[in-house]
């Protein structure tokens, strides 16, 4: 017979443990992905920092049931997933980076337009992923990633000749070439393939990872993999991860992954809420008094689309887009809304950055000089009531006004149609309610045309691959290439050949994608402004936007 002081020395000794397992956890994490200021009060430098390499809270137990990722696992899987295709392949972090590349992410980029205060950064992984460790149970250690601002909003630099260098980026810039709809079903499917031989899962994970200690390893062993597989097992057999569409290279589906998240409705269950939305220039994105394609997101208080001028872009403005952004951002990240707002101090240092730290880059093409002085008076005449008046520098124009104009262009309208009545309910139950005005537009926002060279392609779901196609409906082709393609410097947007497809020899940094304009959300049709313009009148306005 077992004495009762023995028994309760047990359990004593059990609560113990548990206690100490709980008090050792870690159950969130800050990004190692973000570069150090070496002045603290450096609002400037601490915004592209915040925007390089911070979470906003995506690095966490909570995330990992939808967004973070244990990253060791997935990175083996997909190593082992190219193994099985190419059975040469080698097992080592060029063959990772390449699979990462041909997403359109950028392994060894550096950052061109790095403020000064902000330190070099040391990341481990691709620009964009942000990192760090968790210990779900006291002992444990789990490397988790996400992603962060930069993996949409660092876009490559280009050579002379219209060649893309994926080594040299620009915070701030579109990444057109970025595939989350590649990226999130690859992922899934090579853990899902992977899970059927766990030990060859584990021993790859050794290889890519000889750093890893025994804590690391153990941890992978007798917890990650278990609570992956588990996942699996919930998800049933389904052949994607996600219920819809989450874009092509260059774009993105903010409106469903947010009514996701909300367990909320999506049409069709899911397979038609395609309203997928092109990643735009941040330049003189400040001058907005509502946001996104449809200008759902506005200040409160005044007028929903309403004439900015720089005087009108004070700390009160920019911080109230701060807040807009902290609400349709952090969450993208796998985030509870009412808990974004605990990030606003990042944000708003990010639009500190973007109202007095960034430019996009210079065209880096030639430009007519002369042509381009009569485009501006072109574009004084046909463009600025919408997109906005620029001032008389022939080098580098900077805009004056902007009217935040809203209306019907005649573009496909799925997207605006599903901003859904649901998705606006659901917002007042947050905590951004008093602050944000919400509401269902069911029309575009035009937005200004600053570093418009970069966001090929166009129009608000990227279906038009040039400007010169643009102005000229009747030439936009039904299918055409993109993802990591060159620039045509006289038509400004991709080089593609009278088929739409890259020129012969050119060879992508990522994996292209046929983008067809009939099909859902995708249509080409709408935005003829222009198209009476007469070829040379055309020619000018393209020089000059060239500049912006």
């Given at each position: 017979?077992?004495?009762?002081?023995?028994?309760?020395?047990?359990?004593?000794?059990?609560?113990?443990?548990?206690?100490?397992?709980?008090?050792?956890?870690?159950?969130?994490?800050?990004?190692?992905?973000?570069?150090?200021?070496?002045?603290?009060?450096?609002?400037?430098?601490?915004?592209?920092?915040?925007?390089?390499?911070?979470?906003?809270?995506?690095?966490?137990?909570?995330?990992?049931?939808?967004?973070?990722?244990?990253?060791?696992?997935?990175?083996?899987?997909?190593?082992?997933?190219?193994?099985?295709?190419?059975?040469?392949?080698?097992?080592?972090?060029?063959?990772?980076?390449?699979?990462?590349?041909?997403?359109?992410?950028?392994?060894?980029?550096?950052?061109?337009?790095?403020?000064?205060?902000?330190?070099?950064?040391?990341?481990?992984?691709?620009?964009?992923?942000?990192?760090?460790?968790?210990?779900?149970?006291?002992?444990?250690?789990?490397?988790?990633?996400?992603?962060?601002?930069?993996?949409?909003?660092?876009?490559?630099?280009?050579?002379?000749?219209?060649?893309?260098?994926?080594?040299?980026?620009?915070?701030?810039?579109?990444?057109?070439?970025?595939?989350?709809?590649?990226?999130?079903?690859?992922?899934?499917?090579?853990?899902?393939t992977s899970l059927t031989d766990s030990q060859k899962l584990l021993a790859t994970t050794d290889t890519l990872f000889p750093e890893m200690g025994f804590r690391e390893r153990q941890s992978l062993r007798f917890v990650v993999l278990p609570l992956v597989r588990q996942r699996m097992v919930q998800l049933g057999d389904i052949a994607r991860p996600l219920p819809f569409p989450n874009g092509v290279p260059g774009s993105t589906n903010g409106v469903a992954a947010l009514k996701y998240s909300r367990q909320l409705p999506l049409a069709g269950h899911g397979a038609a809420d395609?309203?997928?939305?092109?990643?735009?220039?941040?330049?003189?994105?400040?001058?907005?008094?509502?946001?996104?394609?449809?200008?759902?997101?506005?200040?409160?208080?005044?007028?929903?689309?309403?004439?900015?001028?720089?005087?009108?872009?004070?700390?009160?403005?920019?911080?109230?887009?701060?807040?807009?952004?902290?609400?349709?951002?952090?969450?993208?990240?796998?985030?509870?809304?009412?808990?974004?707002?605990?990030?606003?101090?990042?944000?708003?240092?990010?639009?500190?950055?973007?109202?007095?730290?960034?430019?996009?880059?210079?065209?880096?093409?030639?430009?007519?000089?002369?042509?381009?002085?009569?485009?501006?008076?072109?574009?004084?005449?046909?463009?600025?009531?919408?997109?906005?008046?620029?001032?008389?520098?022939?080098?580098?124009?900077?805009?004056?006004?902007?009217?935040?104009?809203?209306?019907?262009?005649?573009?496909?309208?799925?997207?605006?149609?599903?901003?859904?009545?649901?998705?606006?309910?659901?917002?007042?139950?947050?905590?951004?309610?008093?602050?944000?005005?919400?509401?269902?537009?069911?029309?575009?926002?035009?937005?200004?045309?600053?570093?418009?060279?970069?966001?090929?392609?166009?129009?608000?779901?990227?279906?038009?691959?040039?400007?010169?196609?643009?102005?000229?409906?009747?030439?936009?082709?039904?299918?055409?290439?993109?993802?990591?393609?060159?620039?045509?410097?006289?038509?400004?947007?991709?080089?593609?050949?009278?088929?739409?497809?890259?020129?012969?020899?050119?060879?992508?940094?990522?994996?292209?994608?046929?983008?067809?304009?009939?099909?859902?959300?995708?249509?080409?049709?709408?935005?003829?402004?222009?198209?009476?313009?007469?070829?040379?009148?055309?020619?000018?306005?393209?020089?000059?936007?060239?500049?912006?």
């Amino acid at each position: 017979m077992v004495k009762k002081p023995i028994v309760f020395l047990a359990l004593g000794l059990i609560i113990l443990v548990a206690l100490l397992m709980w008090l050792f956890s870690q159950t969130q994490t800050i990004s190692s992905a973000r570069p150090a200021v070496k002045d603290s009060t450096d609002q400037i430098s601490m915004g592209a920092a915040a925007f390089e390499g911070a979470d906003f809270g995506g690095l966490s137990l909570a995330t990992m049931q939808s967004h973070a990722l244990p990253w060791r696992l997935v990175a083996a899987a997909l190593v082992l997933q190219e193994q099985t295709r190419t059975p040469q392949t080698s097992i080592d972090h060029t063959t990772l980076n390449r699979i990462l590349a041909g997403f359109g992410f950028l392994p060894s980029a550096d950052i061109v337009n790095r403020p000064s205060g902000v330190s070099q950064s040391k990341r481990e992984m691709p620009l964009g992923f942000t990192y760090g460790d968790l210990a779900p149970i006291g002992g444990t250690k789990v490397r988790v990633a996400n992603l962060g601002c930069a993996a949409c909003h660092a876009g490559v630099s280009y050579f002379v000749d219209g060649r893309p260098r994926p080594d040299r980026a620009w915070l701030g810039m579109p990444n057109t070439s970025l595939d989350l709809e590649a990226y999130t079903a690859t992922v899934f499917l090579a853990l899902k393939t992977s899970l059927t031989d766990s030990q060859k899962l584990l021993a790859t994970t050794d290889t890519l990872f000889p750093e890893m200690g025994f804590r690391e390893r153990q941890s992978l062993r007798f917890v990650v993999l278990p609570l992956v597989r588990q996942r699996m097992v919930q998800l049933g057999d389904i052949a994607r991860p996600l219920p819809f569409p989450n874009g092509v290279p260059g774009s993105t589906n903010g409106v469903a992954a947010l009514k996701y998240s909300r367990q909320l409705p999506l049409a069709g269950h899911g397979a038609a809420d395609a309203g997928i939305v092109s990643i735009p220039d941040l330049g003189d994105r400040i001058w907005r008094s509502s946001l996104l394609v449809d200008g759902s997101y506005a200040i409160p208080g005044g007028a929903r689309q309403s004439a900015i001028s720089a005087a009108l872009i004070d700390d009160e403005h920019l911080n109230a887009l701060a807040m807009i952004t902290s609400f349709f951002t952090v969450p993208s990240m796998g985030v509870d809304p009412n808990e974004a707002i605990t990030h606003y101090d990042d944000i708003s240092s990010i639009f500190a950055f973007l109202d007095q730290g960034y430019r996009p880059q210079v065209f880096p093409g030639p430009v007519d000089r002369a042509m381009a002085a009569d485009g501006r008076m072109i574009y004084a005449d046909n463009c600025s009531q919408c997109h906005g008046t620029y001032d008389s520098n022939i080098q580098q124009p900077h805009l004056m006004e902007f009217p935040n104009w809203l209306g019907d262009v005649k573009s496909d309208d799925l997207r605006a149609t599903l901003f859904s009545d649901e998705l606006v309910a659901s917002f007042e139950n947050t905590i951004y309610a008093p602050v944000i005005s919400v509401q269902r537009t069911g029309q575009y926002a035009a937005p200004p045309l600053t570093g418009v060279w970069a966001s090929a392609p166009y129009l608000h779901n990227g279906s038009v691959p040039t400007l010169a196609q643009l102005l000229d409906p009747e030439s936009r082709p039904r299918k055409f290439q993109l993802g990591g393609h060159a620039l045509d410097f006289e038509k400004v947007g991709l080089r593609i050949d009278a088929n739409g497809a890259y020129p012969e020899n050119y060879v992508p940094f990522s994996t292209p994608v046929w983008f067809d304009t009939q099909e859902p959300g995708k249509s080409n049709g709408g935005h003829t402004f222009g198209a009476e313009l007469s070829d040379e009148q055309k020619l000018q306005l393209i020089e000059y936007l060239k500049l912006l």
